[in-house]
């Protein structure tokens, strides 16, 4: 033991004088010396060399105490110095960036469970895993199995989580986006959302298309929050965002939901849709839109939609600006003033919104059916904006 000693402490003062010297020569001594001494210098020896001034070379050095730690795996619960060591190795790979150890960390990872050695692995993992299909690949998967344990309310580690999601962040594999994102919504700490959502924004590649796949394969409520998401970021330009927004809309129509929930969110999303379409006056979109209006007309006559959702779907075509449109909110009017005529009463921002949005559309399809209200039996301002909505009309 006393030789060892004094062994480590002849390596700190050639590590001392590394930069002189021949690094490699150096490292090579550690390692030698790593590999015969006890537990407790082993520690010492990653210790000093962390120190020393050519530390960012010793990175075989580091790899090889993960390695030793792996070899006597199970002693790990019983001993914590063999944790205090793979700490230590980790912290210095990550510091230095040494990606051969990749390998190694990542077996670190999986072979102990321990909260302490898995978050400095996933730190250093990554530091050094970038470019490794296979390293991101098992972060993802253990993201997501987090993510369906705390879904399921079984006891995810919610301090790992946060280790994973930096270092996916850092990793910015455009693979780790669906992952990344269902943490971001699942409910997880307000740091833990605030940590997925600033690695959400760090992953490369286009973040449109990125947010579209969510949209297209994600879970109604992920779904509505990508589409949220897309709407209110500025590194997306508004025609990115229509169109989005119109896929979204043909996602939300097409797509059919077993839940209440799910529904909801589903309609949730076309709201938005519609919305954003609207204000960009985006007109492919308006076969899309006629159809929502159709079945947000049979929702809200069923109690599943609201009014508001219904002033919305009229609304979102009363800019788009096309003959089709005009064609569609008149043929909603001509139903409107049906009730109206035999006494079922009306709704009296409903029939407003119809009428404005056929004066904005300015087209003559709705002229006869327009005249003909002012002969029902609407109230005055309801007369009024079809008398305003008149003089709007193409000839």
């Known amino acids: 033991m006393r030789r060892l000693l004094g062994i480590v402490a002849a390596l700190c003062v050639a590590a001392v004088a590394a930069p002189a010297q021949d ?97 400095r692995a996933a730190t250093a993992l990554g530091a050094v895993g970038a470019g490794d299909t296979e390293v991101v690949d098992h972060l993802n998967r253990f993201l997501d199995s987090q993510n369906a344990l705390f879904a399921a309310g079984k006891g995810a580690d919610l301090q790992v989580v946060p280790a994973i999601l930096r270092a996916l962040g850092l990793l910015g594999d455009p693979s780790s986006f669906p992952s990344i994102f269902t943490a971001m919504v699942l409910g997880y700490s307000a740091e833990t959302t605030q940590i997925a959502r600033e690695s959400l924004l760090a992953v490369k590649g286009d973040l449109r298309e990125m947010l579209a796949g969510i949209v297209r394969s994600g879970k109604p409520a992920e779904k509505q929050l990508a589409l949220q998401m897309a709407v209110e970021n500025d590194r997306i330009s508004d025609a990115d965002k229509a ?17 209440t929930g799910s529904r909801a969110s589903l309609r949730a999303m076309r709201i938005l849709a519609a919305r954003t379409l609207r204000d960009r006056s985006w007109q492919k979109a308006s076969p899309l839109l006629i159809e929502n ?103």
Not at 30 to 41: C, P, Q
Not at 250 to 258: C, F
């Open 243 to 259: 169109a989005l927004a119109e896929f979204a809309l043909d996602v939300g129509l097409h797509t059919s939901a077993s839940d």
């Open 23 to 119: 690094a490699q020569k150096v490292l090579e001594t550690y390692r030698r010396n790593f590999a015969i001494a006890s537990l407790d210098v082993k520690i010492q020896i990653l210790q000093d060399a962390a120190a020393a001034p050519a530390a960012k070379e010793f990175g075989s050095l580091y790899q090889q105490a993960i390695e030793f730690v792996l070899e006597n795996v199970v002693l790990l619960p019983a001993d914590p110095r063999f944790r205090q060591l793979a700490g230590i190795a980790a912290e210095q790979v990550a510091a230095i960036g040494y990606a051969p150890a990749r390998t190694a960390l990542w077996r670190l990872f999986q072979e102990d469970a321990e909260t302490g050695t898995r978050i």
């Open 293 to 395: 209006l159709d079945m947000t007309i049979m929702e809200a006559d069923r109690g599943l939609a609201d009014k508001g959702a219904l002033l919305e779907a009229i609304a979102s075509l009363g800019t788009i600006g096309t003959h089709e449109a005009a064609v569609r909110l008149t043929q909603y009017l001509v139903l409107l003033n049906s009730y109206t005529e035999k006494g079922k009463g009306y709704d009296e921002q409903v029939v407003g919104a119809v009428i404005e949005n056929l004066g904005l559309l300015a087209d003559k399809v709705a002229f006869d059916d327009l005249m003909y209200t002012q002969y029902l039996n609407y109230n005055n301002a309801i007369k009024k904006a079809a008398r305003a909505a008149l003089e709007h009309l193409r000839w």
